[in-house]
């Protein structure tokens, strides 16, 4: 089994910063693309940044130049930066690993989620 577990939100005001971690574990052989999704209430799950095993990263355009991802291949966990943070980027932040398990086998998987609130 494979677990991905999100920690880093919290209240902040506009203007600041939070950075946000996902560590996975389990039976893992390998971690391909990585990434971040938020949903705010009443409104559908959306990407927010991914990164792949090698790196190439892909952002929302309402994050571009605010957010970086990265990612720890060593470790197993992915990253958030969220710098200028804004009262619109209040949501819960998922984590959401494409995992290659022991028997070869790509799956999905999602975090459990984490608040992040940013008060005007």
């Known amino acids: 089994q494979v677990q991905l577990v999100e920690s880093g939100g919290g209240l902040v005001q506009a203007g600041g910063s939070l950075r946000l971690s996902c560590a996975a574990s389990?039976?893992?052989?390998?971690?391909?693309?990585m990434g971040w999704y938020r949903q705010a209430p009443g409104e559908q799950r959306e990407l927010v940044a991914t990164?792949?095993?090698?790196?190439?990263?892909n952002y929302a355009d309402s994050v571009k130049g605010r957010f970086t991802i990265s990612r720890d291949n060593a470790k197993k966990m992915v990253y958030l930066q969220m710098n200028s943070l804004k009262p619109e980027d209040t949501a819960i932040y998922y984590c959401?690993?494409?995992?290659?398990?022991?028997?070869?086998?790509?799956?999905?998987?999602w975090g459990q989620g984490t608040q992040v609130t940013v008060s005007s």
């Open positions: 959401n690993a494409d995992v290659v398990g022991l028997t070869y086998r790509s799956r999905n998987y």
């Open positions: 389990g039976s893992i052989l390998t971690i391909n693309t």
């Open positions: 990164i792949t095993k090698a790196r190439s990263t």
